[in-house]
């Protein structure tokens, strides 16, 4: 049982560094406060290492753990310098203007603390081998950014957000509880390879199914995904832009993660192409509506922040496209792996993603975030930094070749061939095509139009601007670098499914 | 001495370039592309800095040279093998196991073989020679733009070398993607000049069409030999197989993918070197600055697609009407484009057209079997182009953009043009083919093979035809602009630095003012003959000093400085010595009688197959003893009209046609020129009723463009637009609806959106979860 | 790949008397109130209580931050003891030299660190400053 301790260590790292961040934060000397975001950083960073040299887990995804934890301390440390400025603007103002420090209205150790809880969380999920496990580390990945939400701002609008982003959470989470107790109950194991064994002998069964099908729905809150999209664009454009940056990553990188682990146990056979017809369905089907919902109402929107949000709900749709594909058996190439195009794919989108919220981050007039398209008109021309950075990473969200996001959706694109979906692909290449219209409005506003003076200056926390620029500069380094992570994302993604003998706890999860 | 400098050491070859061993080569020959690479980083910096001098300039001329060295090195090191450099991994992919293993391997690395020590030596060379002109040519801008034409012009050496160098096509295609964008970029230099823009979208547009094709060909090269590397594909079993069919004439047992090959790879070579139909971009292309058309589209970028051909020889000679093809195109190419050529008053333009039909002489001259002709007029054009060009560019710079031939006149006698001229002289005489001149050997090589070649005689005296226009409306641009009575009219540039300091380029109607009037400077009327000198300069010191009128109407051209002249100097000494090349450099063991035939013959461009089988015409098969391999000629073959050894008849033949060429523009644009703008010309040209019109108009081609792609094109985005916003949008808004919608029914007594969102999702599920099981159970209950 | 008869609904009845029990539960509950509670009508009885004082000023009234505050600090220990006692309870049952009571005794450190921090937390932000 104390062996167990050994895949822990990055989540322990960020434990202890919540811990100290939480009391640093409020700190009445305002250097111990200012240090704040770097001693996150550097726990972080440890996390990364310990990541690196994690042993494999006892889950049905053994070799996962140090390419999603990595990923998730890297994507944690992108995201960080993008929080600076996020919450106690005026308070440290005041304090700069000599006002006492009161640490009851600072929120600065909370907001750094819930984002460490939120990070230790996500890494939690890629470690979990048991359904209490991994409810409780999706909560623990979820809890924190309901109140990320509400604190990063002081408009209602944000209040506003936090709440609905709270409840329907709630809601969600209180369906894929519902489905695991029912894969409790059809299974009599909690153990997530003990139920995958028990599926694989016996067939999954009625109450099975049901079990598989109800937590699918309620994950699909965390990926955003139809029918259990609706709040995203309120909350992505409640929030601040940082934490919206954050939302479109973690819980999405944690859901997916967590339906590996429910598709996986209802397995995908022996050729890969033998998921359960029903589940195959419901993928499917929630796919293409998520795809194309996404797209088509992004079309619509002429606030950024809700354009990239309901982006974000057509990506979860493209990513499902390799779920639905599956790891594809034995000595499957990455062209066929559905699951290591995800995980790469999410490293991609993540970084990408980040870029366009960290330039809409880094703008700022009297207070406020840039959020219009209006706002950020002739970008290039104006600040020419930041624009480049929009540019790059709207082109490669769009899946311009040959940036990033293009390789990502080749690696869904050929496996859904390769397992027989062509239909599936089809609409994704379509939905793509639509993206392009919206992606390619925000590149010309950002490249082509003249530039008016809307007031909008960069933020003077500078390290937004780095973080927008690291992302543009991400986005070109992992493409040159798109070949070792391939492969360590299909290495990530070896599925594993053990027999019921030899399935480590099987008593325990049995008698629980 | 330079013989032996000229002839590759260690020649013990086989006569199969495919079955020399691919070593590894010293990594320092990295330094050629990304020493140029560096050099347009270190512009990034200036303009990032604002730097106010030339320093871009001298950086990007020391980076050059030195990478010109490295090239030089590596030529002088090399001992006859092929070898690769690889600078890092790029695309490795592999997948499969056992007998289905399969790898798609396309590394950042560099394939040396005599070809690319070939291509490069003159490509970095003149892109040496070239930004040394250029610091002084673009000197107008420094400042502003200076440091963005250096850091695209190194760029551009840069993918010219990934172009030229790359070991694999993906290599290739990043290169040649990478020349067009710094095309793109530079022709669209003065960005704020409605036509440059539009010329740079053409440019790209058109390209983009063979690039289509070459990008189809890499795939099915893929598809079919399963590799992209070109060691790999040129060892390539398969490959042999094929060549050893096709050398027998056995075409039919080669699969109708690999014939597909070249002829999609020569859509891409078509396209890059300006060839028929896709010739349109590269006229335009001259709104460029000039030593950009200098270098990319006159030197080196519109040469790609020699090279491409000339690289993949082996893929061209497995389709009996590839070559064919490529040799019909480069004549008709040659032919048009002289002809419209003849008819232009633009000095640059017509030097574009005249590349245009130069670059056809070398498809014509791959097509019939003579890469080595090919090559070696590559090189010789090359300098002697770049050469006409940056002439040209002298012109347009020292007269404020003035470069209408009926408005210049006797240049030769204006102080300070000396070189020019002189330069201007040489280009001309090797562009025309006068005797003993480099261009007068190298298109006599590919000519002499147009008749050798069994079927290829009728391209072989429509070439004959072209080498006389050529040299009539080359030998009009010399007499008309630098020859007769001194007479010039300023262009609409503003010339004058104090004038520029604001990018004179960007405002069109800044420099309306000062040059409203053309300021003529003829001097005294028609009684003065052409032949007047003696009161040139009391002309001019009588001139010179502005008179009491308003100064600004004055108009001083301005000569050439140090760097230009310099430039200028080394090239005409370069296309001088060009024609030495065509003597030395010879190798017995390979049957080579010259320089450029020892480099193509130990590359992949060495061809292994007689010329009868190819489909020239028709006419099959038909035997011809005497001819080998690797084009040597065993024995003389005849001319079809003379008779006799065609290589030594081409001497007189070409020699005569090109003297008469001379004595025509000579007698219409000199000797029978009463005034500057009068000449014989024009009555000779109304007696072809409207044929100089249609020249003139570019026999209406772009027109024809545009009537047939572009305005189908516009119909079908009206049809489009209006289907879009019909159809589209109407679907666009109905899904927009259709939520809202849906919402309205699930919710009945909402109060507030949280609440409707949550029965959204409850509901959203439960529906879902009844489609599901309903397609389960309809999927499930058949399986 | 496994067949199943998706289509016949019967082994799911267990789950739908279960949803059936749950919504008859609460139905059952309000109806039964509604039906067996008395209704009595009237001025008294419309009043906030029954008897004693009548309210004076809005109920809506902003009460101090640390109210709430020290409300969650309770809970912290609060919650503290309920998992206490049960593994004070069992930990007797164990073999004190296995590694299994290290293992336990590890956890319940673990639990009260974090107790610890957060009380270090609540006390750093000031909450126990009572002005």
Known sequence: ?512 | ?783 | MTTLAYADPSPYLPIFFMILAAIGFAVLNIAGSFILGPKRLGDRKGETYESGMTPIGTARKRFNVRFYLIAMVFLVFDVEIIFLYPWAATYTLLDPGSEQSLVWLGRILFFLFTTVVAYLYGYRKGVFKFD
């Open chain 1, 1 to 512: 049982m104390i062996e167990k301790l050994a895949i822990v260590w990055p989540e322990i790292i960020l434990f202890a560094t919540t811990c100290v961040v939480m009391l640093t934060g409020q700190w009445p000397v305002c250097a111990v406060r200012r240090m704040t975001p770097w001693l996150a950083a550097v726990g972080l960073i440890a996390a990364i290492g310990a990541a690196m040299a994690s042993p494999p887990s006892d889950g049905l995804y053994p070799d996962l753990v140090p390419y999603a934890k990595s990923l998730v301390g890297i994507m944690g440390l992108m995201i960080l310098p993008l929080l600076a400025g996020t919450v106690d603007r005026e308070l440290e103002a005041g304090v700069a203007r000599g006002e006492r420090f009161e640490p009851l209205r600072s929120n600065g150790a909370e907001f750094y603390a819930f984002f460490l809880f939120s990070l230790t969380g996500l890494m939690l999920v890629a470690s979990s081998d048991t359904l209490i496990w991994l409810f409780l580390a999706l909560e623990l990945t979820s809890l924190p950014t309901y109140m990320m939400v509400t604190l990063s701002s002081r408009s209602t609008r944000a209040h506003e957000a936090g709440v609905k982003y709270f409840f329907l959470g709630a809601l969600g989470a209180a369906i894929f509880l519902y489905g695991f107790t029912l894969l409790y109950g059809a299974t009599g194991s909690v153990n997530i390879p003990t139920i995958a064994a028990h599926f694989a002998e016996h067939g999954l069964g009625p109450i099975g199914l049901a079990g598989v099908l109800i937590s699918l729905i309620g994950l699909f809150f965390k990926i955003a995904a139809v029918p259990m999209h609706f709040y995203t664009p309120d909350v992505y454009q409640g929030a601040a832009s940082p934490v919206s940056a954050m939302l479109a990553f973690v819980p999405k990188m944690a859901g997916f993660m967590a339906i590996f682990m429910i598709v996986g146990s209802a397995g995908w056979g022996p050729d890969g192409t033998g998921l359960p017809v029903p589940v195959e369905a419901l993928l499917w089907v929630v796919a293409a509506m998520t795809m194309t919902v996404g797209n088509v109402l992004a079309l619509l929107q002429s606030s950024v922040k809700r354009m990239m949000a309901y982006s974000s709900i057509a990506h979860s749709g493209y990513m499902l496209v390799g779920v639905i594909a599956g790891p594809g058996g034995d000595g499957a190439s990455f062209w066929r792996n559905g699951l290591a195009a995800v995980l790469f794919y999410l490293l991609c989108y993540g970084v990408m993603n980040l870029g366009v919220f960290a330039v809409l981050a880094s703008l700022e007039r009297k207070g406020q975030e840039a959020d219009d398209i209006d706002d950020i008109r002739g970008l290039v021309r104006t600040h020419p930094p930041l624009g480049w950075s929009m540019v790059i990473c709207c082109l490669a969200l769009l899946g311009f070749p040959p940036l990033l996001g293009f390789i990502g959706k080749v690696g869904l694109i050929t496996s859904g061939i390769t397992s027989g979906h062509l239909a599936l692909v089809i609409i994704l290449a379509i939905n793509s095509a639509i993206a392009a219209l919206y992606y390619l409005r925000l590149v010309a506003a950002v490249y082509l139009e003249p530039a008016s003076d809307t007031g909008f200056r960069p933020s003077r926390y500078g390290s937004r601007q780095v973080a927008a620029l690291v992302s543009a500069g991400g986005v070109l380094v992992l493409l040159l670098m798109s070949n070792r992570l391939i492969t360590a994302a299909d290495d990530a993604s070896r599925y594993a499914p053990v027999a019921p003998e030899t399935a480590p706890y099987a008593e325990a999860g049995a008698n629980n």
């Open chain 2, 1 to 783: 001495m330079i013989a032996d400098l000229l002839t590759t050491p260690a020649l013990s070859m086989s006569t199969d370039a495919a079955s020399l061993s691919v070593g590894t080569g010293p990594s320092w020959v990295l330094l050629i592309p990304f020493l140029a690479l560096l050099g347009a980083a270190l512009c990034g910096v200036y303009a990032a800095l604002g730097v106010k001098t030339k320093a871009p300039a001298w950086t990007i001329v020391a980076l050059l040279a030195a990478s010109f060295a490295a090239t030089v090195a590596m030529w002088l090191g090399f001992d006859g093998n092929p070898y690769t450099v690889k600078a890092f991994d790029w695309i490795q992919v592999r997948w499969g196991e056992g007998t289905g293993a399969a790898a798609f391997i396309a590394n950042f690395s560099f394939y040396v073989d005599t070809l690319t020590i070939y291509w490069m030596l003159f490509v970095t060379g003149l892109a040496t020679l070239i930004a040394l002109y250029a610091s002084e040519y673009m000197s107008h801008d420094v400042g502003t733009g200076y440091s963005r034409f250096f850091a695209a012009f190194s760029l551009f050496v840069f993918s010219m070398a990934c172009l030229v160098m790359g070991d694999n096509f993906i290599m290739l295609y990043l290169g040649w993607e990478g020349v067009g964008l710094c095309s793109y970029l530079l022709i669209g230099y003065f960005y704020k000049k409605p036509s440059a823009v539009a010329a740079a979208k053409k440019a790209f547009i058109v390209n983009r069409i063979g690039d289509l094709g070459l990008a189809l060909g890499i795939y099915l090269i893929f598809v079919h030999f399963g590799t992209v590397e070109f060691a790999a594909l040129f060892a390539d079993a398969k490959l042999q197989g094929y060549l050893e069919a096709a050398k027998v004439g056995n075409f039919d047992d080669i699969p109708a993918m690999a014939k597909a090959i070249p002829l999609l790879l020569m859509v891409g070579a078509f396209g890059k070197s300006a060839q028929f139909p896709l010739y349109v971009w590269l006229p335009d292309a001259m709104e460029g600055p000039t030593p950009v058309s200098a270098l990319i589209h006159a030197a080196t970028m519109v040469t790609a697609g020699v090279y491409l051909i000339a690289r993949t020889y082996p893929l061209f000679l497995t389709s009996e009407i590839a070559l064919p093809i490529v040799a019909w195109i480069g004549t008709i190419t040659a032919l048009l484009a002289a002809t419209i050529g003849m008819a232009q008053f633009d000095i640059k333009r017509i030097m574009a057209y005249s590349t245009v039909s130069q670059l056809g002489y070398m498809f014509a001259g791959l097509g019939v079997l003579t890469p080595t002709g090919a090559a070696y007029h590559t090189l010789t054009h090359a300098f002697f182009k770049a050469l006409l060009f940056l002439c040209c560019g002298a012109v347009m710079h020292g007269f404020a953009g003035q470069l209408d031939l009926r408005k210049l006149s006797g240049l030769r006698k204006v102080p300070g043009w000396r070189w020019v001229t002189i330069g201007m002289l040489v280009g001309c005489l090797n562009l025309a083919g006068f005797p003993i001149t480099a261009g007068y050997f190298s298109k006599d090589t590919i000519l002499a093979e147009a008749f050798v070649t069994p079927g290829a005689s009728v391209i072989g005296f429509l070439l004959l035809l072209t080498a006389g226009l050529t040299a009539y409306y080359t030998f009009r641009v010399f007499f008309r602009v630098f020859m007769g009575p001194v007479h010039y009219e300023a262009g609409e540039e503003g010339h004058d630095h104090e004038h520029h300091d604001d990018h004179a380029h960007d405002t069109p109607g800044h420099h309306g003012d000062h040059e409203s009037e053309p300021h003529s400077v003829e001097s005294e009327p028609a009684s003065q003959g052409p032949e007047h000198t003696s009161s040139e300069e009391k002309h001019f010191a009588k001139h010179s000093p502005a008179p009491d009128k308003a100064k600004q109407h004055e108009f001083h051209p301005h000569a050439p400085g140090w760097a230009i002249n310099a430039v200028l100097i080394t090239l005409t000494a370069l296309s001088v010595l060009a024609s030495g090349l065509y003597f030395v450099g010879g190798n017995k063991d390979l049957h080579t009688k010259h320089y450029a035939g020892t480099m193509i013959a130990q590359s992949t461009a060495a061809y292994d197959t007689p010329y009868d089988k190819y489909a020239f015409k028709g006419e099959h098969a038909v035997a011809q003893p005497g001819v080998g391999p690797r084009g040597v000629i065993a024995e003389p073959l005849t001319m079809p009209i003379i008779g006799g050894d065609p290589h030594k008849m081409m001497y007189f033949v070409s020699g005569v046609i090109g003297l008469v060429g001379i004595a025509l523009a000579w007698w219409l644009h000199l000797a029978g020129r009463t005034t500057a703008a009068e000449c014989r010309m024009d009555k000779v040209a109304r007696m072809f009723g409207p044929i100089p019109k249609w020249a003139e108009h570019k026999w209406y081609v772009d027109e024809f463009y545009h009537a047939v792609f572009r305005m189908p094109l516009v119909i079908v985005s009206h049809l489009s637009h209006w289907f879009d916003k019909l159809v589209i949008d109407g679907l666009v808004n109905l899904f927009g609806l259709l939520p809202r919608v849906l919402g309205g029914l699930i919710r009945p007594s909402q109060s507030g959106a949280l609440q409707g969102y949550a029965a959204g999702m409850i509901g959203g599920a439960a529906v879902l979860l009844l489609v599901v099981l309903l397609i389960a159970a309809r999927i499930g209950g058949a399986a």
